[in-house]
């Protein structure tokens, strides 16, 4: 019997062997090997534990990555794959919030992983946890891995091996960024790695601030020219390190290595719905109504953080007192405060992985071009999709068709040539013969 290898038990992974047997129909031994003590430990954190798995308004634009053209023609075998749609063939029932989101009903991301384990047992699926690889090879026929279990060092033979190993971010749930090593070592051109959807650090963090949140617009912008590079609406969290919050999460995406401003801004609009001169008048008009600098915020913003925009404008403390020239100075502070010297904060913050193997190494089923029978999806890819479910949807598809077209290109008595893989990748001068980590 043909035996198909997922290595990752997160949600491409288990996508990713499902589809496999509902493919082989019982024609193929499937085996997911993961490193946690249980599967799909990262899965049960999306959606703050509701699990966002998809979104009703997918689009190129909702992803981060250096491939544009190949990104749109893999986006349209995923939506093709229709991951929603599968789902709800298991028996899942979905709710769509009013930004597009889709959730599971019950608003629960173990029942996902429930329904999920339920079906990989029902059609003999193994789930392997407490593995941790140690090399995969090539050679004649297909695959060998060896990886250690508590009991010791073992070793198995696979016919096709799917990757799904995930990319460097979150490292408590058990990723180390393997998967994106053995696409390099595999000889795939590899975009810079950095952390994406994570909150960003300040070179002058507003401290004082922390545990504040106002709804605003928030603007990236190129420092070397002013430019406005992407703008984002929503609730903005003040830390004792920068900015959190969706929007800033967000724009953090397009903070790549060698695609980003060399000198990233972030300008917070913390009234979006006036013009500047529209909320210079509304200041004027509160400024005989209500005195110092901490009651003339009432109704308008946080008094901590009124204090502090009332500061940075370098307005004295009796808003009585001040000329008729000091509003426009504050309003236009209130429209554009800028926070500078920005990085994203590390791995352990970030919801996924910026960067990978490049979207062009892959057909269109994810198989490693040149490569028969190996596979990589999910993170382990240059693509990284915004918050709001863009991630699952790129995941779970990318699984399902690889799942789908593993057991397909596997025949009896199939035999690769005894090749290593710098022979089968497109830039065999960076490749290894094998790939040795833990995952």
């Given at each position: 019997?043909?035996?198909?290898?997922?290595?990752?038990?997160?949600?491409?992974?288990?996508?990713?062997?499902?589809?496999?047997?509902?493919?082989?129909?019982?024609?193929?031994?499937?085996?997911?090997?993961?490193r946690?003590?249980?599967?799909?430990?990262?899965?049960?954190?999306?959606?703050?534990?509701?699990?966002?798995?998809?979104?009703?308004?997918?689009?190129?634009?909702?992803?981060?990555?250096?491939?544009?053209?190949?990104?749109?023609?893999?986006?349209?075998?995923?939506?093709?794959?229709?991951?929603?749609?599968?789902?709800?063939g298991?028996?899942?029932?979905?709710?769509?919030?009013?930004?597009?989101?889709?959730y599971?009903?019950?608003?629960?991301?173990?029942?996902?992983?429930?329904?999920?384990?339920?079906?990989?047992?029902?059609?003999?699926?193994?789930?392997?946890?407490?593995?941790?690889?140690?090399?995969?090879?090539?050679?004649?026929?297909?695959?060998?891995?060896q990886?250690?279990?508590e009991?010791?060092?073992?070793?198995?033979?696979?016919?096709?091996?799917?990757?799904?190993?995930?990319?460097?971010?979150?490292?408590?749930?058990?990723?180390?960024?393997?998967?994106?090593?053995?696409?390099?070592q595999?000889?795939?051109?590899?975009?810079?790695?950095?952390?994406?959807?994570?909150?960003?650090?300040?070179?002058?963090?507003?401290?004082?601030?922390?545990?504040?949140?106002?709804?605003?617009?928030?603007?990236?912008?190129?420092?070397t020219?002013?430019?406005?590079?992407?703008?984002?609406?929503?609730?903005?969290?003040?830390?004792?390190y920068?900015?959190?919050?969706?929007?800033?999460?967000?724009?953090?995406?397009?903070l790549?290595?060698?695609?980003?401003?060399?000198?990233p801004?972030?300008?917070?609009?913390?009234?979006?719905?006036?013009?500047?001169?529209?909320?210079?008048?509304?200041?004027?008009?509160?400024?005989g109504?209500?005195?110092?600098?901490?009651?003339?915020?009432?109704?308008?913003?946080?008094?901590?953080?009124?204090?502090?925009?009332?500061?940075?404008a370098?307005?004295?403390?009796?808003?009585?007192?001040?000329?008729?020239?000091?509003?426009?100075?504050?309003?236009?502070?209130?429209?554009?405060?800028?926070?500078?010297?920005?990085?994203?904060?590390?791995?352990?913050?970030?919801?996924?992985?910026?960067?990978?193997?490049?979207?062009?190494?892959?057909?269109?089923?994810?198989?490693?071009?040149?490569?028969?029978?190996?596979?990589?999806?999910?993170?382990?890819?240059?693509?990284?999709?915004?918050?709001?479910?863009?991630?699952?949807?790129?995941?779970?598809?990318?699984?399902?068709?690889?799942?789908?077209?593993?057991?397909?290109?596997?025949?009896?008595?199939?035999?690769?040539?005894?090749?290593?893989?710098?022979?089968?990748?497109?830039?065999?001068?960076?490749?290894?013969?094998?790939?040795?980590?833990?995952?």
């Amino acid at each position: 019997m043909q035996h198909i290898l997922v290595l990752g038990g997160g949600a491409a992974g288990l996508a990713a062997a499902l589809a496999a047997a509902q493919t082989a129909k019982g024609s193929a031994r499937i085996t997911v090997l993961d490193r946690n003590a249980k599967v799909g430990k990262k899965l049960l954190a999306t959606g703050n534990g509701r699990c966002n798995l998809d979104n009703r308004d997918i689009s190129p634009e909702r992803y981060f990555t250096s491939s544009p053209k190949a990104l749109r023609r893999l986006l349209d075998a995923v939506n093709e794959a229709a991951p929603l749609a599968w789902f709800e063939g298991l028996g899942l029932y979905p709710r769509t919030d009013e930004a597009g989101r889709v959730y599971p009903y019950s608003n629960q991301a173990a029942d996902v992983l429930a329904l999920l384990e339920h079906h990989l047992a029902a059609l003999g699926v193994e789930l392997r946890t407490g593995c941790t690889v140690r090399s995969l090879s090539q050679s004649r026929g297909g695959y060998d891995l060896q990886f250690e279990t508590e009991a010791g060092r073992e070793s198995l033979r696979a016919d096709a091996v799917i990757c799904a190993m995930g990319g460097e971010a979150g490292p408590q749930f058990g990723t180390d960024g393997f998967g994106t090593r053995f696409a390099a070592q595999c000889g795939g051109r590899m975009a810079p790695l950095y952390p994406c959807l994570t909150a960003l650090q300040c070179a002058r963090p507003r401290k004082s601030l922390a545990g504040i949140r106002a709804k605003g617009c928030a603007s990236l912008l190129d420092g070397t020219d002013g430019r406005v590079l992407a703008r984002e609406m929503g609730e903005v969290q003040f830390t004792d390190y920068g900015l959190s919050g969706i929007c800033i999460m967000q724009l953090s995406g397009l903070l790549a290595p060698g695609r980003g401003p060399k000198q990233p801004v972030i300008a917070l609009d913390l009234f979006p719905a006036l013009s500047e001169a529209e909320l210079s008048a509304l200041f004027a008009r509160r400024a005989g109504l209500l005195g110092g600098a901490a009651e003339f915020w009432l109704g308008l913003l946080p008094a901590k953080l009124g204090r502090a925009l009332w500061a940075d404008a370098g307005l004295p403390e009796d808003a009585r007192a001040l000329p008729a020239s000091a509003w426009p100075k504050l309003a236009a502070a209130a429209k554009c405060w800028r926070f500078e010297g920005l990085t994203p904060c590390g791995w352990k913050q970030a919801q996924t992985t910026g960067g990978g193997l490049l979207l062009d190494e892959v057909e269109d089923d994810f198989q490693f071009k040149g490569c028969p029978g190996l596979y990589f999806v999910g993170e382990t890819l240059d693509c990284a999709g915004s918050c709001g479910g863009y991630n699952l949807h790129w995941a779970f598809g990318s699984g399902i068709l690889a799942g789908r077209s593993a057991p397909e290109g596997i025949s009896p008595g199939s035999c690769f040539l005894c090749y290593s893989f710098a022979a089968f990748s497109s830039s065999a001068a960076s490749a290894a013969a094998s790939a040795s980590s833990s995952f």
